[in-house]
């Protein structure tokens, strides 16, 4: 049983490293919203969320566009085979 539960961690853990990495820095991102909300700097956390904000649709397009431009190798690869009447 040790070494099943051995196994399936060892398999886990690569595939969980990036939830937990979002984890930690969403519980980072929530500790300075309140730390800020405390203070009553309020400016200053929605410059850097809008900030945030702007780096993830930055990432998100370029996800886009180099997956349109490996569609478009693909496509480009792929024969056409016609179909026999």
Known sequence: MTRSRNLI???LLPLLL?????LVALRYR???VRAARA?????AISIELALAVVALVTI???VVVALNALAGKVKTQVSTVPVAP
């Open 9 to 11: 961690a060892a398999l």
């Open 18 to 22: 990036p939830v937990q990495l979002g």
């Open 30 to 32: 929530t500790g300075r």
């Open 39 to 43: 203070v009553g700097d309020r400016g």
């Open 60 to 62: 998100a397009i370029g």
